[in-house]
């Protein structure tokens, strides 16, 4: 019930026409007062998936929803440990090589064309990822 208030009194705070429904950018503000960072993506697929009326807006259960489906914020020290661990060099980015060994680990079978594409979506022109790209990359596809 505490979690419940918690997300009311967050939800009447960024619904400052007091309509009873939240905007897109209320949604994004509302969410990261709460601790999560979702990207613009993220935010579009919600409301396709969420807004049942097609207004553009989220009332208060179509937000409990969107919560509810948000992981638990992570305060960095998760996404640094799992960026260390995958950064097997210690070079402070996620290569190709290292990209090329997660998916041996994990038995998905990538052709080397296809890894190269995706180190380029992940980490940009020089096939690196950051660790801002890693956590960018990881906020945006936790659903």
Not at 123 to 137: A, K, N
Request: charged share 30%; hydrophobic share 35%; with cysteine.
């Amino acid at each position: 019930m505490e979690e419940l208030q918690k997300y009311k009194a967050v939800f009447d705070q960024f619904d400052t026409s007091g309509d009873k429904k939240i905007g897109k950018d209320e949604l994004k503000a509302a969410m990261a007062q709460m601790g999560h960072h979702p990207s613009d993506d993220v935010i579009d697929m919600a409301f396709e998936e969420l807004d049942k009326d097609q207004s553009g807006f989220l009332n208060f259960p179509e937000f409990m929803e969107f919560c509810q489906m948000q992981p638990p914020p992570d305060n960095g020290a998760g996404f640094r440990q799992g960026f260390q661990e995958l950064d097997t060099d210690g070079s402070g980015y996620i290569g190709v090589d290292e990209l090329r060994e997660i998916f041996k680990r994990t038995g998905a079978k990538i052709s080397e064309p296809m890894l190269q594409k995706v180190a380029a979506k992940l980490g940009g022109e020089d096939g690196r990822i950051s660790f801002e790209e890693f956590v960018s990359m990881m906020q945006s596809h936790q659903e």
